[in-house]
């Protein structure tokens, strides 16, 4: 079983900046990819960045420029540095890890979830 746990949400002033961290835990035998989603109020989940084994990175067009995704391998931990915040900003941040786990089976984790609400 692989756990992520998910830190770093809070409020904060548009143009603010804050930091998400995401530590992956358990029975990991590969991460293929590593990544952020985010869930507004009464709309669908959708992709904020990514980065996988190789160190190649996606970004959501609103992001880009804004945000970014990094990766340490020991521990397994995943940030999103996020610069510029914009009230649109806002949602329930969700860290996703994607890989084979110690059996050699696939999994598709997810993280509690962390609120970051941009406001003045």
């Known amino acids: 079983q692989v756990e992520l746990v998910e830190s770093g949400g809070g409020l904060v002033q548009p143009g603010g900046s804050l930091t998400l961290s995401c530590a992956a835990s358990?029975?990991?035998?590969?991460?293929?990819?590593l990544g952020w989603y985010r869930q507004a109020p009464e709309k669908e989940r959708e992709l904020v960045a990514t980065?996988?084994?190789?160190?190649?990175?996606n970004y959501a067009d609103s992001v880009k420029g804004r945000f970014t995704i990094s990766r340490d391998y020991i521990p397994n931990t995943v940030y999103l540095q996020m610069n510029n915040l914009k009230p649109e900003d806002t949602a329930v941040y969700y860290c996703?890890?994607?890989?084979?786990?110690?059996?050699?089976?696939?999994?598709?984790?997810w993280g509690q979830g962390t609120h970051v609400t941009v406001s003045s």
């Open positions: 358990g029975s990991i035998f590969a991460l293929n990819a």
């Open positions: 980065i996988n084994s190789g160190g190649g990175i």
């Open positions: 996703n890890a994607r890989g084979y786990d110690a059996t050699r089976t696939v999994f598709d984790s």
